[in-house]
């Protein structure tokens, strides 16, 4: 996987905002609509897809969508009737609060749009936007912001880095997943990819590792029944985070799963979001074929289900509890069998490691992890016969590395392990 060059995120950003406003602007787009991504959705109005059709209709049908501004922006970008920019300028005149898609609007239709009235339309939501009570710390709400200083002066706010920090502290104690509900992780996306259209920086660069699995997480979080009917919003989230880096392994499932034909979005707000970030070009493999758990180590933080199934026995432990649907009773008293992960309660005593057949080595080797532990509990277990001495996660998690051999137990207090891991 690529990102960006690291060094420098802080230094690219200011050096960005010496940009001179407004002026230092090009005619192309910056929020969202890159030159390939034009071209991708060209090509779907060329070819009058279904994606493209059932957006033209609902603009055509729907005059009081809650997201006209940004339904006729889309459409103007792709097709530049001058009727449909109009329309889209007098709906932002006329929905001063809606700040993003104010944005998307004088961004999308900024060629159709007189300086002096785009200044205006801009700065009069920049002040709202600003002076709104309470703090930027959710997503949704420091995007507008975002969208607003892009579209105002081609570059992001100067106080990005520091939400960027906060946030990623945040994930870290909580995981993205159980941090943000579908309209926020998506939110979040729209963000990074804004960012690194306008700027060349990908905010991923200092936390790559912590968004390698986040498009199988995000998958893995939804209940049995939200993966087979997902909400709009959980679509658009799942579009978006495939786009913001197609090549992860993770969002190859999370296509897979996506552009499967009866979760397609095709009536309602969420078309538009279908048309902007759905990729049919993209290539996809069988979310079938995705071993059905995933850990975030630092957030303590496990999803797992029995199996890909409609009626799977589906839960999520972390310092919360454990939450669970589907499942039989006593599930929690026996080992619960995600894929290629056992996972064993901690009954008070030792948990035996049973060693792996040489079948059982590679891809197909088992993961043990033991759950019901005290927070940041200490354990042992044997490595090369070697004793090795590590905590459990903050959720009273504890995953046994591939090769742990013997047993996992409580550490004594007087033991002197040889080596720790």
């Known amino acids: 996987?690529?990102?960006?060059?690291?060094?420098?995120?802080?230094a690219l950003l200011a050096a960005s905002l010496s940009l001179t406003p407004l002026a230092a602007q090009k005619?192309?787009?910056?929020?969202?609509?890159?030159?390939?991504?034009?071209?991708?959705?060209?090509?779907?109005?060329?070819?009058?897809?279904?994606?493209?059709i059932n957006l033209s209709q609902r603009v055509a049908a729907v005059a009081d969508s809650p997201e006209r501004g940004f339904e006729l922006a889309l459409v103007y970008a792709v097709t530049h009737e001058e009727a449909t920019a109009d329309e889209a300028i007098r709906w932002a005149a006329s929905h001063p609060l809606e700040y993003r898609q104010i944005a998307l609007i004088a961004d999308w239709c900024g060629d159709h749009l007189a300086g002096e009235k785009r200044v205006a339309i801009l700065d009069a939501a920049w002040e709202r936007a600003t002076k709104a009570p309470?703090?930027?710390?959710?997503?949704?709400?420091?995007?507008?912001v975002l969208f607003l200083n892009i579209a105002r002066n081609g570059v992001p706010p100067p106080d990005l880095q520091t939400w960027w920090d906060r946030t990623l502290a945040q994930a870290q104690d909580r995981g993205w997943a159980r941090l943000?509900?579908?309209?926020?992780?998506?939110?979040?996306?729209?963000?990074?990819?804004?960012?690194?259209?306008?700027?060349?920086?990908?905010?991923?660069?200092?936390?790559?590792?912590?968004?390698e699995t986040l498009p199988t997480q995000f998958l893995l979080s939804l209940h049995p029944a939200q993966v087979e009917a997902p909400t709009w919003q959980m679509r658009a989230a799942a579009l978006a985070l495939v786009d913001m880096d197609p090549n992860l392994t993770a969002s190859q499932y999370l296509q897979g799963w996506a552009m499967e034909d009866t979760r397609v979005i095709r009536s309602g707000p969420g078309v538009a979001y279908e048309y902007l970030w759905a990729n049919a070009y993209l290539p996809g493999v069988s979310f079938y074929n995705l071993d059905p758990w995933s850990y975030d180590p630092d957030a303590g933080v496990l999803y797992a289900r029995s199996s890909w199934e409609k009626?799977?026995?589906?839960?999520?432990?972390?310092?919360?509890?454990v939450a669970e649907e589907n499942c039989p009773a006593g599930w929690r008293e026996h080992a619960f069998e995600a894929g290629h992960l056992?996972?064993?309660?901690?009954?008070?005593?030792?948990?035996?490691?049973?060693?792996p057949s040489e079948a059982e080595n590679g891809p197909a080797a088992r993961s043990l992890m033991v759950w019901g532990l005290p927070p940041r509990a200490r354990m042992t277990y044997k490595l090369a016969n070697q004793t090795i001495i590590r905590d459990a996660?903050?959720?009273?998690?504890?995953?046994?590395?591939?090769?742990?051999?013997?047993?996992?137990?409580?550490?004594?207090?007087?033991?002197?392990?040889?080596?720790?891991h």
Not at 311 to 321: H, Y
């Open 27 to 52: 005619a192309s787009p910056k929020l969202l609509l890159s030159a390939s991504h034009l071209r991708r959705l060209d090509r779907d109005h060329d070819r009058q897809t279904e994606r493209w």
């Open 180 to 211: 943000y509900k579908p309209e926020e992780m998506y939110a979040l996306a729209e963000i990074i990819i804004a960012v690194q259209e306008s700027t060349r920086t990908d905010l991923r660069s200092n936390a790559s590792q912590r968004f």
């Open 134 to 144: 309470g703090e930027l710390r959710e997503p949704s709400r420091y995007r507008d």
């Open 311 to 321: 009626d799977s026995c589906w839960i999520r432990l972390d310092a919360v509890g």
């Open 1 to 10: 996987m690529k990102y960006f060059a690291k060094p420098a995120a802080c």
């Open 393 to 420: 996660d903050a959720s009273g998690l504890f995953l046994v590395p591939i090769n742990g051999e013997d047993r996992v137990c409580p550490a004594s207090a007087h033991e002197r392990p040889r080596s720790r």
């Open 342 to 355: 056992s996972l064993i309660p901690f009954a008070g005593t030792c948990v035996n490691v049973p060693r």
